[in-house]
């Protein structure tokens, strides 16, 4: 089955500094790979996806990118945090049309 | 634009009875629909899909329904315990590599 690691767990930083959040994934290949931002009081908001290396799509403008240098590592960055980008940041495997495996998110916030 | 709505309020149900909860959607002709559970700090875990020919889905106390021409699922917990306490999310997609799109979720409480 697939495993996802997303980490860190819980980040603290000041706006203006710059973001580097990592997710890897184990026991798939190839598989269709996103991001989401959760903020307070919201739903999940679909931010990237990537269905192989170097595709990368983005559904909202925003401060974010992101990257996929390998087939099962998904980066999400900023070069300048806002106070804005903080959430529950969600990155999530799908394996073509199937239920999406989650991991167990990183919880952002801008000071 | 397409839209998914979920009761926002949180629903209370007493242990034992039948937690149903509601989505609604517009602008979607979708090919399926999932339901996923989220507990506080944790991402969401799947626990049903039902496809657009599928009218219902059980799975143990679990129950999905699925009507294309309403525009709407119903998901039942069926002898509800305070452990089912959590939020619901449905989920839509067209098929195909786009993500899926989330409801807001409905906050559940399964009272002892």
């Known amino acids: 089955s697939q495993t996802i690691h997303q980490w860190p767990a819980t980040l603290v930083q000041p706006v203006g500094s710059p973001l580097s959040l990592e997710c890897t994934v184990e026991?798939?290949?190839?598989?269709?790979l996103y991001w989401y931002r959760q903020a307070a009081g919201r739903g999940l908001q679909l931010l990237f996806y990537?269905?192989?290396?170097?595709?990368i799509s983005s559904e909202v403008p925003q401060n974010l990118s992101a990257s996929r240098p390998q087939d099962r590592q998904f980066i999400l960055s900023s070069k300048k945090l806002l106070l804005s980008d903080s959430g529950f940041y969600l990155c999530?495997?799908?394996?073509?049309?199937?239920?999406?495996?989650f991991g167990q998110g990183t919880r952002l916030t801008v000071v | 634009s397409q839209k998914i709505e979920q009761n926002s309020e949180a629903l209370n149900i007493q242990e034992g009875k039948t937690a149903t909860l509601t989505c609604n959607y517009t602008?979607?002709?979708?090919?399926?629909l999932q339901w996923y559970r989220q507990d506080p700090g944790r991402g969401p875990v799947f626990l049903l899909l039902?496809?657009?020919?599928?009218k219902e889905k059980r799975k143990e106390r679990l129950k999905v329904t699925f009507d294309t021409t309403l525009k709407q699922s119903l998901f039942h917990i069926t002898a509800s315990q305070p452990a089912d306490s959590a939020t619901y999310l449905c989920?839509?997609?067209?098929?195909?590599?786009?993500?899926?799109?989330f409801g807001k979720g409905t906050h559940l409480i399964i009272q002892p």
């Open positions: 999530a495997v799908r394996d073509r049309a199937t239920e999406a495996f």
């Open positions: 026991g798939t290949s190839n598989p269709n």
């Open positions: 990537s269905v192989g290396i170097g595709q």
């Open positions: 602008n979607y002709s979708p090919a399926y």
């Open positions: 039902i496809r657009e020919n599928e």
């Open positions: 989920a839509l997609a067209g098929g195909g590599a786009d993500g899926l799109t």
